[in-house]
Nanobody, 124 residues
Framework: VELVESGGGLVQPGGSLRLSCAAS??????????LGWFRQAPGKEREFVVY???????YYVDSVKGRFTISRDNAKTTFDLQMNNLEPEDTAVYYC?????????????????WGQGTQVTVSS
C-alpha cells in the first residue's frame, strides 16, 4: 500500500492547513485499516499526533486536542488532518501512516505503511 501526502506549506500562527493522504488500496481493505498522523520536528524524534481506528474511534495527543481533526473517507481511500489555530510549535514534517489491521496504536513501529512526509511551517 502506497500513501501519498499533500497539503503542507507555510502558514502564520493562528492559521489553518489541511493535510491529505491518499492510499493505493481497495475500499474494503482500506476500511479495515487503522490510520494515523505523526510529525517530526528538527532535532526531535517522530511523535504521535492522532489516530483513527477501523470503526472511527479517534485519539489525539494533548497538544493538538481541540485544534486538529482527523477524518477518513473509505470510499475514496483517503484520510485528512485538518489543523486549525496553528502554533509555531506545530512546525514539523508530518507523516501519514496506516496499519494492516483496524486496531490503532500511538507508537510508530506499529504502523506498516508510511507517506513520504510533508513540511508544515508555522511562522510569522
Amino acid at each position: 500500500v502506497e500513501l501519498v501526502e499533500s497539503g503542507g506549506g507555510l502558514v502564520q500562527p493562528g492559521g489553518s492547513l489541511r493535510l491529505s493522504c491518499a492510499a493505493s488500496d481497495d475500499v474494503f481493505s482500506f476500511s479495515k485499516k487503522a490510520l494515523g498522523w505523526f510529525r517530526q520536528a528538527p532535532g526531535k524524534e517522530r511523535e504521535f499526533v492522532v489516530y483513527i481506528d477501523g470503526v472511527g474511534n479517534t485519539y489525539y495527543v494533548d497538544s493538538v486536542k481541540g485544534r486538529f481533526t482527523i477524518s477518513r473517507d473509505n470510499a475514496k481511500t483517503t484520510f485528512d488532518l485538518q489543523m486549525n489555530n496553528l502554533e509555531p510549535e506545530d512546525t514539523a514534517v508530518y507523516y501519514c501512516a496506516a496499519r494492516a489491521t483496524a486496531v490503532a496504536y500511538k507508537t510508530a513501529p506499529e504502523y506498516d505503511y508510511w507517506g513520504q512526509g510533508t513540511q508544515v511551517t508555522v511562522s510569522s
